[in-house]
C-alpha cells in the first residue's frame, strides 16, 4: 500500500508538470497562429491597396500616352508607352510577391491551428487519415489503429508529397529494425524537432494541394530514358542550320527586293512540313514534362530550402549531400527543367506560338534541350525526391516533439528481452483525459484481467502505438522507455467475413494461429492479445486460452493478454515465473461507477456487468 500511495504521488507530480508544459505549448503555437494571422490580414491589405494602384496607373496612364500620341510629337508617344509598361510590368512582379506573401502567411496560420487541434484532439477532423493503407491482415497496423480514421498516422502526418506519405507508411508499418538505424532516425528527428521553422515551412510548400500525392513514377521513368529523338547526333544539326538559313533568306528578301520573294517562302514551308511530320512524337514528349510543370516547380523550392540548412546530424547531412550532382545542387538543376518546362508553355499562346515554332524549330529544340538535362542529371531525380520524402517523413515525427516536449525518446537493450515504462499513455489521448501507467515485463507474459471499460484493452494498444513510435524512431508518450527490438503481433479487433464463410471465432483463430507460428521462428517478439476468444462459451474459451499461453510460453516471446476469465490467472503459479497477473479495478459511488485506469499487480476478484445493465436500465432479473 505504501509503495502503490508514493507511486500514485508521483503520477500526481507528473502529470501536473505535464500540465505546465502542454499549457506552455498551446500558448506557444496560439500565439504563432495570432501572429501569422495578423500579418496575413496586413499583407492582403496591402494587396488590395497595390491592386487599386495598378488599375489606377493603368487608366493615367493610358489616358496620358493617348494624349502625348494626339498632341505631342509621336517619340513622346512611344516613351510614354515604354515607361508605362515597364512601371506596370514591375508593379505586377510586385503585387504577385505580395500575394504571395500573403499565401505563406495563410498557410503558416493554418499549419500552427492544426497543431493547436492536435493538442485538442480536433486533428480527427483532418482530410488525410491513409485509409487505402489499411491491412486487416497485418501483424498489429489495424488493431493500433495505425491507418484511417482517428489513426495514428491521421494524427502526425504533415507530408504532402507522395514519397512523404509512403516512407511515413513504412515507418509505421515495417521500420528498419536495426538498433544502429533506428538511432540514427532519432539524432534526425532530435535536430528537426529543434527546428520548427524548417518542418513548418516543409509542411507548407505544397499543403494546398493534392496533386503532389501522386505517384511521379511516370516523371521518373522519363527523367531515365535515356532514348533520344534521333540516334544520330548530325540529324540534330539541320534543326540549327536550317532555321538560320531561312532567317537570312527573310532578312536578305526584305532588303533586297530583287531576291527570289519564294526562296524563303519555300524554307518557311519545309519547316512547317518538317514540324508537323514529328509534331505527334515530339508532343507526346513534351506533354509528359509538362503534366509534371506544378510538381517540378514544388520539388525545386523543397530541395532549395533544404539545401540552404545548415545540418549537425550526420544522416541529415547524409541525407542533403546525395542533394549535388557534378557540383550543382538539386534544386540547380531542377530549375533548369523547370525553365524547360516554361519554354514548352508557349504551345498555349498559340498566335506567337505558330510563329516560333514554324521559324525557330521551338519544339524540337525543347525536346534537346530536355535530353540534355536528362543526360547529366535525370539518374538522379529519384533520389532527390526519395530524400525529400524521408524529410518529410521525419519532419512528421519531429512535430510529435513539438507538440509533447515531455515525451521522451527510448532506450534499446539487446541483451535482454524486456518492455519497461514509466508513466506511459497513449500518444491519441489529449493530455487532460489521457491516464499513464508504469509496466515492466522482463522475459514475461501479463495476463490482464479487470471488469468491463476498466482499461484492459487501452492498456494494450498504448504498448503497442509506443512500440510502433520507438521502432519508427520517434518519441513516445512516457517519462521513461526501454524495451528489446521486436516484432510485434496483434490480435484485438476480430470481425467475421460473411462472403468467405468465416465466423468470428474462426476470424480468431487464424490470427492466433499467424501468432503462434511466427513464435516458432525463434524471433524476439511481443504479442497483445485482447478478450482471447470472446466469440465462444466459457469452457471452450478457458481452454483455448490456457492452450494459446502455454504455446506462447518460450523464452523468446513476451506478451500481455486480456480475460475475463479469471481461472488463467492460476497459471502465474506455474512455469518458474513467466506468467504474472495485472488487473485493473473499479469503485462505486453514490450509484455511480469509477474507474481510475491504473494497472496493478495480481488478478482481479470483481465484476461490474450487472451494474452497467442497471445503469443502462436493463432491468436484473436474476
Known amino acids: 500500500c505504501a509503495i502503490y500511495r508514493h507511486c500514485a504521488n508521483m503520477n500526481f507530480l507528473f502529470q501536473k508538470r505535464m500540465v505546465k508544459i502542454m499549457n506552455d505549448t498551446r500558448q506557444m503555437f496560439l500565439q504563432r497562429r495570432q501572429a501569422f494571422t495578423a500579418n496575413q490580414e496586413k499583407t492582403e491589405r ?83 487519415h491513409g485509409q487505402e493503407y489499411q491491412n486487416p491482415g497485418h501483424r498489429y497496423s489495424n488493431d493500433l489503429d495505425i491507418f484511417g480514421p482517428a489513426s495514428l498516422f491521421q494524427w502526425i502526418n504533415t507530408t504532402n508529397t507522395y514519397h512523404g506519405r509512403e516512407y511515413l507508411r513504412k ?14 532516425r532519432q539524432n534526425a528527428i532530435r535536430e528537426l524537432a529543434s527546428n520548427l521553422e ?22 521518373f521513368a522519363y527523367a531515365e530514358d535515356n532514348k533520344r529523338l534521333f540516334s544520330h547526333k548530325w540529324s540534330a544539326y539541320i534543326f540549327y542550320i536550317l532555321p538560320l538559313i531561312t532567317l537570312m533568306a527573310i532578312i536578305i528578301s526584305s532588303i533586297n527586293p530583287s531576291f527570289f520573294w519564294y526562296v524563303p517562302l519555300a524554307l518557311v514551308f519545309i519547316q512547317i512540313i518538317i514540324n ?118 521525419l519532419a512528421s515525427m519531429a512535430m510529435i516533439s513539438q507538440l509533447n516536449p515531455e515525451w521522451c525518446f527510448p532506450e534499446f537493450d539487446q541483451d535482454q528481452l524486456f518492455f519497461a515504462a514509466e508513466e506511459m499513455g497513449h500518444p491519441l489521448i489529449t493530455g487532460q483525459q489521457r491516464v499513464t501507467n508504469n509496466l515492466t515485463i ?63 471465432f474462426y476470424a480468431e483463430l487464424l490470427r492466433i494461429k499467424m501468432i503462434i507460428d511466427f513464435s516458432k521462428n525463434e ?65 462505486y459511488h453514490e450509484n455511480e461507477i469509477r474507474f481510475d485506469y491504473r494497472l496493478k499487480p495480481g488478478s482481479c476478484k470483481t465484476s461490474n456487468a450487472k451494474y452497467l445493465m442497471k445503469m443502462v436500465g436493463i432491468e436484473i432479473l436474476d
Open 46 to 128: 496591402y494587396s488590395n491597396r497595390l491592386s487599386n494602384l495598378r488599375l489606377v496607373f493603368f487608366l493615367t496612364a493610358g489616358f496620358v500616352t493617348v494624349l502625348l500620341f494626339l498632341y505631342a510629337d509621336r517619340i513622346y508617344g512611344y516613351l510614354s508607352l515604354s515607361l508605362a509598361l515597364v512601371l506596370f510590368i514591375a508593379l505586377l512582379v510586385l503585387h504577385d510577391r505580395v500575394i504571395k506573401r500573403a499565401d505563406y502567411y495563410s498557410r503558416m496560420a493554418k499549419i500552427n491551428q492544426q497543431c493547436l487541434q492536435r493538442m485538442t484532439g480536433a486533428w480527427v477532423g483532418f482530410s488525410d
Open 523 to 587: 524471433q524476439d517478439m511481443i504479442f497483445l492479445i485482447d478478450e482471447v476468444f470472446r466469440g465462444t462459451n466459457s469452457l471452450d474459451r478457458v481452454t483455448g486460452a490456457r492452450n494459446v499461453l502455454l504455446n506462447l510460453n518460450k523464452p523468446w516471446a513476451i506478451g500481455l493478454i486480456s480475460t475475463h476469465d479469471y481461472e488463467l490467472c492460476e497459471l502465474e503459479h506455474d512455469h518458474s515465473g513467466r506468467i504474472k497477473n495485472y488487473h485493473f479495478i473499479e469503485s
Open 198 to 219: 524548417l518542418c513548418q515551412a516543409l509542411q507548407g510548400e505544397a499543403m494546398d494541394s493534392r496533386d503532389y500525392m501522386n505517384n511521379p513514377e511516370k516523371l
Open 442 to 504: 522482463e522475459n514475461q507474459i501479463a495476463v490482464i484481467t479487470g471488469s468491463n471499460m476498466s482499461g484492459k484493452t487501452t492498456l494494450l494498444r498504448t504498448i503497442g502505438v509506443n512500440l510502433v513510435l520507438a521502432y519508427a524512431g520517434a518519441p513516445v508518450c512516457a517519462r521513461k522507455f526501454g524495451c528489446s527490438i521486436m516484432e510485434i503481433y496483434t490480435s484485438m479487433r476480430i470481425s467475421d467475413d460473411l462472403n468467405s464463410g468465416i465466423s468470428t
Open 171 to 184: 515507418l509505421l508499418e515495417n521500420p528498419d529494425r536495426d538498433k544502429k538505424n533506428i538511432r540514427k
Open 276 to 393: 508537323f511530320w514529328g509534331s505527334k512524337q515530339v508532343n507526346n514528349i513534351l506533354v509528359t514534362i509538362y503534366d509534371y510543370k506544378r510538381k517540378v516547380e514544388v520539388y525545386q523550392r523543397f530541395l532549395e530550402l533544404l539545401e540552404k540548412q545548415k545540418f549537425a546530424d550526420a544522416y541529415l547531412l547524409e541525407l542533403k549531400a546525395d542533394l549535388v550532382n557534378d557540383e550543382l545542387t538539386a534544386s540547380q538543376q531542377l530549375k533548369g527543367l523547370d525553365k524547360i518546362v516554361g519554354a514548352v508553355a508557349f504551345q498555349y499562346n498559340p498566335i506567337i506560338y505558330f510563329i516560333v515554332n514554324n521559324l525557330f524549330f521551338w519544339d524540337f529544340h525543347c525536346v534537346f534541350a530536355l535530353e540534355k538535362w536528362k543526360a547529366r542529371s535525370g539518374l538522379s531525380l529519384r533520389k532527390w525526391v526519395n530524400n525529400l520524402g524521408i524529410y518529410e517523413a
